[in-house]
């Protein structure tokens, strides 16, 4: 016979009806239903819920020894209420799943913690080999040769050459003094270094510079036969089939004659052209007064003719105090069109990689880094062996192969940076009478900054894979998933307008405003018009007609139409995600309240976090039940769930539950209209419980009086 004393006392401390000693003899003695499911009732009075029926219990045996269905344990991983809601339908422990999700939480756990590791090694990494002082010095030699003014009435700097008259006047002044710092500024001879100059005092010219040009044939395209009796000569824009090889001038010195390029320069890329190495180049002399007559000689020589296409004036620059290479590139390309184009390029390197301490702490960081590669690839390579062609189908799974092909790539151009450095540095400082082309490697070092710069971005971005568990970030990536069909199809009608607009301008622009002076100009002239940075008068002037008319009408369709369409949408997509969660879709996991609860758990092992006691012998009681449940074989998922729900139900009952007529009408969040709805559900099983005990006494009742 079942003592009922153990029964009354789960129902006196969870709310449940009690069960009298009548009710409780006048059940079968020999029922084994009470042996096989008795733990369940008292997991379900930790929960706050009531016992089911022997008779309830043993329909749904053959239901629990069966395997569950899909959808079932879907709704046993998404959250503890459906839990509870399986125990009330006589549910039996589930082992396994729980410690699949325990091992997916932990693997999460640790693959998290060891990518965050690799982050912060990886920043180290690449902020090591930034240098805020790089700006400095790029921005002190810019504004020496950039900005400097030709002395006297004359207003011409680098960026205002218009003219070859110009350019000249240029080489023979600001280049001149800027190049050569013999003295101090009281003419005090302060430095005795080979005769180097000391730029500013602090910066060593490497070397000596170089000065190149490129020239095209005549004859290289074809004069109008109505106008070949008044211009004879014709030279196209600069290719490597028009290029000039021939002698010219004075024909005995290298300025005169061709050299060919050397196979590692790289290409030069400018306004009008791509430019080879090699060309007709010369040095300029460790003395100012020689470099000078030397410039006089080339002006009066015409050294610059109507095939010159591109002039390149190249020098080096050491600066110890900061250990910083700078490498300076002065370009003047001469069009067809005629006048001068001016561009510059100011690479500011740190090649010398291992000097002080720092540096070698990074070349530390640089060995984890290889070792971190070595290791997330052979991750990958056996996820790919394990999955085969299912491993391609995640979105993750590509980023993670990006990422892996980037850090490849960088390791490959660090280790080739170094490499050059090491074998061509000695040789380029061992003759200070020649130009020492640094350009190369910093051609190379520059590449690598860049690869560093965009695998450090998609790192970043690969975090979202792990945050991807938490509410906010599902909601997100179900955001774009649900509206990526319709945002292609918008993505199509957008461009197609975008695109007509776009050539729309070059024509009817191209030719008077320099936003649309090419197609890809004009491209990106309408993204900035969408953002707010136009040129109206521009516009207008070059057509008083066409111009309003286009600006008026790209604005209405792309600004006001096609964007706000974008937004709706997005804004559409999100309002529908927003409804499916707050009616009870969940993340399988959110990592935040994981980390969180595992952090407090530290803390209280370390005693620096006192463990939070129960308010009330109730709690305490409750306790003691959840540590009988787990005698029971129950697992802590299932006992922490059962707490949170009897917790969830004695909330809604002080919030919701009144024996006061209130207002008709009280308006509710859905948030609030979920949980109410759930606990209607669980007041329709108490009713059902309710009523087949009053069945069970009624039929007692009626055999008693007979």
């Given at each position: 016979?079942?003592?009922?004393?153990?029964?009354?006392?789960?129902?006196?401390?969870?709310?449940?009806?009690?069960?009298?000693?009548?009710?409780?003899?006048?059940?079968?003695?020999?029922?084994?239903?009470?042996?096989?499911?008795?733990?369940?009732?008292?997991?379900?009075?930790?929960?706050?819920?009531?016992?089911?029926?022997?008779?309830?219990?043993?329909?749904?045996?053959?239901?629990?020894?069966?395997?569950?269905?899909?959808?079932?344990?879907?709704?046993?991983?998404?959250?503890?209420?459906?839990?509870?809601?399986?125990?009330?339908?006589?549910?039996?422990?589930?082992?396994?799943?729980?410690?699949?999700?325990?091992?997916?939480?932990?693997?999460?756990?640790?693959?998290?913690?060891?990518?965050?590791?690799?982050?912060?090694?990886?920043?180290?990494?690449?902020?090591?080999?930034?240098?805020?002082?790089?700006?400095?010095?790029?921005?002190?030699?810019?504004?020496?040769?950039?900005?400097?003014?030709?002395g006297g009435d004359e207003r011409t700097n680098f960026k205002s050459i218009r003219s070859i008259t110009d350019f000249w006047k240029f080489?023979?002044?600001?280049?001149?003094?800027?190049?050569?710092?013999?003295?101090?500024?009281?003419?005090?001879?302060?430095?005795?270094?080979?005769?180097?100059?000391?730029?500013?005092?602090?910066?060593?010219?490497?070397?000596?510079?170089?000065?190149?040009?490129?020239?095209?044939?005549?004859?290289?395209?074809?004069?109008?036969?109505?106008?070949?009796?008044?211009?004879?000569?014709?030279?196209?824009?600069?290719?490597?089939?028009?290029?000039?090889?021939?002698?010219?001038?004075?024909?005995?010195?290298?300025?005169?004659?061709?050299?060919?390029?050397?196979?590692?320069?790289?290409?030069?890329?400018?306004?009008?052209?791509?430019?080879?190495?090699?060309?007709?180049?010369?040095?300029?002399?460790?003395?100012?007064?020689?470099?000078?007559?030397?410039?006089?000689?080339?002006?009066?020589?015409?050294?610059?003719?109507?095939?010159?296409?591109?002039?390149?004036?190249?020098?080096?620059?050491?600066?110890?105090?900061?250990?910083?290479?700078?490498?300076?590139?002065?370009?003047?390309?001469?069009?067809?069109?005629?006048?001068?184009?001016?561009?510059?390029?100011?690479?500011?390197?740190?090649?010398?990689?291992?000097?002080?301490?720092?540096?070698?702490?990074?070349?530390?960081?640089?060995?984890?880094?290889?070792?971190?590669?070595?290791?997330?690839?052979?991750?990958?390579?056996?996820?790919?062996?394990?999955?085969?062609?299912?491993?391609?189908?995640?979105?993750?799974?590509?980023?993670?192969?990006?990422?892996?092909?980037?850090?490849?790539?960088?390791?490959?151009?660090?280790?080739?940076?170094?490499?050059?450095?090491?074998?061509?540095?000695?040789?380029?400082?061992?003759?200070?009478?020649?130009?020492?082309?640094?350009?190369?490697?910093?051609?190379?070092?520059?590449?690598?900054?860049?690869?560093?710069?965009?695998?450090?971005?998609?790192?970043?971005?690969?975090?979202?894979?792990?945050?991807?568990?938490?509410?906010?970030?599902?909601?997100?990536?179900?955001?774009?998933?649900?509206?990526?069909?319709?945002?292609?199809?918008?993505?199509?009608?957008?461009?197609?307008?975008?695109?007509?607009?776009?050539?729309?301008?070059?024509?009817?622009?191209?030719?008077?405003?320099?936003?649309?002076?090419?197609?890809?100009?004009?491209?990106?002239?309408?993204?900035?018009?969408?953002?707010?940075?136009?040129?109206?008068?521009?516009?207008?002037?070059?057509?008083?007609?066409?111009?309003?008319?286009?600006?008026?009408?790209?604005?209405?369709?792309?600004?006001?139409?096609?964007?706000?369409?974008?937004?709706?949408?997005?804004?559409?997509?999100?309002?529908?995600?927003?409804?499916?969660?707050?009616?009870?879709?969940?993340?399988?996991?959110?990592?935040?309240?994981?980390?969180?609860?595992?952090?407090?758990?530290?803390?209280?092992?370390?005693?620096?976090?006192?463990?939070?006691?129960?308010?009330?012998?109730?709690?305490?009681?409750?306790?003691?039940?959840?540590e009988q449940a787990r005698r029971e074989g129950f697992d802590e998922n299932e006992i922490?769930?059962?707490?949170?729900?009897?917790?969830?139900?004695?909330?809604?009952?002080?919030?919701?539950?009144?024996?006061?007529?209130?207002?008709?009408?009280?308006?509710?969040?859905?948030?609030?209209?979920?949980?109410?709805?759930?606990?209607?559900?669980?007041?329709?099983?108490?009713?059902?419980?309710?009523?087949?005990?009053?069945?069970?006494?009624?039929?007692?009742?009626?055999?008693?009086?007979?």
């Amino acid at each position: 016979m079942i003592n009922p004393r153990p029964k009354a006392r789960f129902a006196r401390e969870f709310g449940a009806p009690p069960v009298t000693h009548a009710a409780a003899s006048a059940q079968p003695q020999a029922n084994p239903c009470h042996s096989i499911l008795g733990a369940h009732a008292r997991l379900r009075l930790v929960a706050g819920l009531r016992p089911l029926s022997c008779r309830a219990r043993a329909a749904k045996l053959p239901r629990r020894r069966g395997r569950p269905g899909a959808v079932e344990r879907a709704s046993r991983s998404r959250s503890a209420m459906a839990e509870a809601s399986r125990w009330h339908r006589g549910g039996t422990p589930q082992h396994k799943p729980h410690y699949g999700r325990e091992v997916e939480i932990r693997t999460t756990l640790q693959e998290l913690l060891l990518y965050l590791i690799f982050l912060v090694n990886l920043c180290i990494l690449s902020f090591g080999m930034v240098n805020p002082h790089m700006y400095y010095l790029n921005k002190v030699m810019s504004s020496l040769f950039l900005d400097t003014s030709v002395g006297g009435d004359e207003r011409t700097n680098f960026k205002s050459i218009r003219s070859i008259t110009d350019f000249w006047k240029f080489m023979e002044g600001p280049l001149l003094e800027g190049l050569y710092w013999d003295s101090w500024y009281n003419s005090e001879k302060l430095y005795d270094l080979k005769n180097s100059s000391r730029i500013y005092y602090e910066n060593i010219l490497l070397g000596v510079p170089r000065v190149r040009q490129l020239k095209v044939r005549n004859n290289t395209c074809k004069v109008y036969s109505s106008f070949q009796s008044l211009m004879s000569e014709c030279y196209d824009r600069y290719t490597s089939g028009n290029e000039d090889l021939s002698e010219f001038g004075l024909k005995q010195d290298t300025e005169w004659t061709y050299s060919a390029p050397r196979t590692n320069s790289p290409w030069h890329w400018g306004f009008v052209g791509v430019y080879q190495n090699g060309g007709y180049m010369f040095t300029l002399s460790k003395l100012k007064s020689e470099t000078k007559t030397k410039f006089i000689n080339l002006r009066l020589n015409s050294w610059i003719t109507r095939g010159t296409r591109v002039i390149f004036i190249d020098f080096s620059l050491y600066n110890a105090n900061v250990n910083l290479f700078c490498i300076i590139r002065l370009v003047a390309e001469f069009p067809a069109t005629g006048g001068i184009l001016t561009s510059w390029q100011f690479y500011s390197v740190k090649l010398l990689r291992y000097v002080s301490y720092y540096d070698y702490f990074i070349a530390s960081c640089e060995i984890t880094f290889c070792i971190f590669l070595i290791v997330f690839t052979t991750q990958e390579i056996k996820n790919i062996s394990e999955f085969k062609y299912a491993y391609f189908k995640s979105i993750w799974n590509w980023l993670e192969l990006l990422l892996l092909a980037l850090c490849f790539v960088a390791v490959f151009l660090n280790s080739y940076c170094i490499i050059q450095v090491f074998l061509l540095l000695g040789k380029l400082l061992k003759n200070t009478e020649e130009y020492s082309d640094f350009y190369f490697l910093a051609y190379w070092h520059i590449y690598y900054n860049n690869i560093i710069a965009i695998t450090i971005f998609f790192a970043w971005i690969k975090i979202f894979k792990f945050i991807s568990f938490n509410k906010t970030m599902s909601q997100l990536s179900s955001t774009l998933s649900r509206c990526i069909k319709d945002i292609v199809g918008f993505a199509i009608m957008f461009f197609i307008i975008f695109f007509a607009y776009a050539q729309l301008g070059f024509l009817v622009f191209g030719s008077q405003v320099d936003d649309f002076s090419t197609f890809h100009n004009s491209i990106f002239a309408q993204f900035r018009i969408v953002l707010g940075d136009f040129n109206f008068a521009g516009i207008q002037q070059a057509n008083r007609i066409l111009g309003p008319i286009y600006f008026i009408t790209f604005i209405f369709f792309v600004f006001f139409v096609l964007l706000n369409m974008f937004l709706a949408i997005i804004n559409n997509t999100y309002s529908e995600v927003k409804a499916d969660y707050s009616v009870g879709r969940r993340p399988d996991f959110e990592l935040g309240k994981m980390i969180k609860e595992s952090y407090h758990n530290v803390l209280e092992k370390l005693n620096l976090r006192k463990p939070q006691k129960d308010e009330d012998k109730k709690n305490m009681k409750s306790g003691d039940l959840a540590e009988q449940a787990r005698r029971e074989g129950f697992d802590e998922n299932e006992i922490q769930s059962a707490e949170r729900m009897k917790k969830w139900k004695a909330r809604l009952e002080k919030k919701y539950y009144s024996t006061e007529i209130q207002d008709d009408y009280q308006p509710v969040t859905q948030q609030e209209f979920r949980e109410l709805f759930l606990y209607a559900v669980e007041l329709e099983k108490e009713l059902h419980y309710v009523s087949l005990k009053l069945n069970r006494v009624m039929r007692k009742v009626s055999a008693l009086q007979y």
